[in-house]
């Protein structure tokens, strides 16, 4: 099944974009791009959202090589050039196996790699650290946290956090608890936040080096506790960085103090999957088949391409143009572009 990047304008003026990603989800824009203009065949483009937040959506966005296929697109970022950044678990049809595909700002490709992370691709962060850019990436099927150079060139690797008391060996010195980490999280003082999303619930916190300095979290639904934490952002919106959860399985959002202390919860979302800042608002792709803007209290904006709650069960496994148009299915990864 193909998954696609989405974007669009919210102002042609200020010539900005949204890309999101998702296990077979609609797609995006390589700017400038005019509200209203005829695609090919001469019809509109479907146009989502309301006034200041009114997008068109150009779907599946982006030169893809006849020998690579997407699998499901889980993770979406931009460099300084401009260049976007698709992590994808590789269809199985694929010729070339792939994860990593990026594409220039009008969409041409322009390489790939990664065939290790193949069928665990999903989260993806980007950062400049001094005068250089690096990638984090998580792969849910190796349980893997990796630091690499836009190129593909490991750094470093976290593995099981057998540091942390949640997530101890057992006597036979494996693994004694689930652990499959989904997204990460950058702070400014270089600390790094892992969501085990896919495993057991809790946020596993490093230094810049890697190593370990506490966990928190786990599976509950009180305050503290996570279900299935799929994406998260030191959110730097406010008087002081806040770590921002996409609590997806008890559908909320839950703020935490960088030292892992519950603060607040928030409502309004069906499913949050991760998250992207751009002056205030915050884009929240949503698995149950729509992409949300937040405002800086984290209040709904505006719901975009929502397709209904429950359509994507059936939709991700049906054929590509089965896809209704301007609509989502079910999006893991957002952001707005330069």
Same mark, same amino acid.
């Given at each position: ?19 999101? $990603?998702?296990?077979? *989800? ?5 700017? %400038?791009?005019? &509200?209203? !203009?005829?695609? +090919?065949?001469?019809? =509109? ?109 490991? $750094?470093?690797?976290? *593995? ?5 008391? %949640?997530?101890? &060996?057992? !006597?036979?010195? +494996?693994?004694?608890? =689930? ?120 209040? %709904? ?38």
């Amino acid at each position: 099944m193909s998954d696609s990047p989405v974007s669009g304008t919210a102002s042609v003026s200020r010539r900005r974009f949204l890309h999101a $990603v998702g296990a077979a *989800g609609v797609a995006a824009a390589g700017g %400038p791009v005019i &509200l209203h !203009a005829a695609n +090919k065949s001469g019809s =509109k483009r479907p146009v989502v959202g309301t006034g200041a937040h009114t997008f068109e959506v150009y779907h599946d966005w982006g030169e893809l090589p006849a020998a690579i296929q997407y699998g499901n697109t889980h993770g979406v970022c931009e460099d300084a050039q401009g260049q976007i950044y698709i992590h994808h678990t590789v269809n199985a049809t694929s010729e070339r196996h792939d994860s990593m595909v990026v594409f220039d700002r009008q969409g041409r490709f322009v390489k790939s790699w990664g065939r290790e992370f193949e069928g665990g691709a999903h989260g993806l962060h980007i950062r400049k650290e001094g005068s250089r850019e690096f990638l984090y990436l998580c792969d849910t099927k190796r349980a893997l946290v990796v630091k690499a150079t836009p190129d593909g060139e490991v $750094v470093w690797t976290l *593995g099981y956090p057998k540091e942390s008391p %949640p997530y101890l &060996l057992d !006597a036979d010195g +494996k693994p004694a608890t =689930k652990y499959s980490p989904t997204n990460v999280a950058i702070a400014s003082n270089g600390d790094v936040y892992v969501a085990d999303g896919y495993g057991s619930s809790y946020i596993t916190q490093y230094d810049q080096h890697g190593a370990f300095i506490r966990t928190f979290g786990g599976k509950g639904k009180d305050a503290g506790q996570l279900d299935c934490p799929h994406g998260l952002i030191v959110d730097e919106r406010g008087k002081e960085p806040v770590l921002l959860v996409a609590d997806r399985g008890n559908r909320r959002l839950q703020t935490f103090s960088l030292d892992g202390k519950h603060l607040a919860f928030y409502e309004g979302t069906n499913a949050p999957c991760h998250f992207h800042p751009y002056k205030g608002v915050m884009v929240v792709p949503d698995l149950f088949a729509r992409v949300t803007l937040v405002d800086q209290a984290n209040a %709904p904006i505006v719901h975009l391409g929502d397709n209904g709650i429950d359509s994507w069960k059936e939709l991700r496994k049906g054929p590509r143009e089965a896809f209704p148009a301007g609509k989502f299915v079910c999006p893991h990864g957002a952001m707005f572009d330069h």
